[in-house]
């Protein structure tokens, strides 16, 4: 049943939106090929995007900096290979993955026709804990960006998703209660819980269909987010 006293959907980009997984193994493509690394794609990609969602499970609760994470989720990953490298390559090749990072712009199926959708019937927003360099170029080379009254990144505000500041900066921004806000998004515990806590709807995309409490609205594709809105 459509909710109907919400004027402002926020969205989640990474994972979200934008298929992050898909257009991550491109740039590895890329990458591998620029810096001569003889390591198969795909041995590496499995072993590396757990690798990579843990050291931004970390980088969330501030257990680990910007650097951290963007060394030691390829070293951590190289190193299940038994490849070792310089940490001035590494740097090397993490500033090159960043830097290709947003030259594919693969979205997730029914993206566009569902912003087209929401974008005539409400004000939609971003809320990401993505690099501040890398999400605004997704959003301009995805061509999404028009659909979006504001977007609000981590590195803005100083503070990730779950943290309440985040969501309340966003609020804000957009100059609209929480009551009147939903939240979308892939993460449970960034965007669901973390949203809930400033007392947002919520409206978690379990792509992934991770077990969670029956008590939260869900979808397994973006499509049904007509249902809700």
């Known amino acids: 049943m459509p909710h109907k006293n919400i004027t402002d959907v926020f969205f989640d980009l ?20 620029k ?21 931004w499970r970390k980088f969330r609760e501030d257990r680990v900096s910007k650097l951290e994470l963007r060394r030691g989720r390829l070293t951590d990953a ?3 290979f038994n490849l070792t490298f310089e940490t001035e390559t590494i740097d090397a090749i993490a500033q090159t993955y960043i830097d290709e ?7 997730f199926s029914d993206a566009i026709s569902v912003l087209d959708y929401l974008a005539s019937r409400y004000k939609l927003h971003i809320i990401t ?3 501040e360099e890398v999400q605004h170029l997704k959003l301009l080379n995805s061509g999404i960006k028009k659909y979006f009254s504001t977007v609000t990144t981590s590195e803005e505000t100083g503070l990730k998703k779950p943290h309440p500041i985040i969501f309340e900066s966003a609020l804000t921004k957009a100059s ?17 819980i973390g949203a809930q806590n400033v007392g947002m709807h919520t409206l978690f995309f379990n792509y992934r269909k991770q077990r969670v409490p029956d008590t939260n609205l869900e979808i397994y594709k973006l499509s049904e987010i007509k249902q809700y809105l």
């Open 14 to 33: 990474d994972h979200t939106l934008w298929d992050f997984d898909k257009n991550s193994a491109l740039a590895f493509k890329r990458v591998f090929f």
């Open 129 to 131: 804990n993505g690099f």
């Open 35 to 55: 810096h001569n690394i003889n390591l198969s794609l795909d041995e590496f990609l499995p072993v590396y995007e757990p690798i990579n969602l843990e050291y």
């Open 101 to 107: 990072l947003p030259g594919d712009n693969h979205l």
């Open 78 to 80: 190289f190193d299940k």
């Open 176 to 192: 609209v209660s929480s009551v009147n806000s939903m939240m979308i998004g892939d993460s449970f515990e960034a965007d669901i």
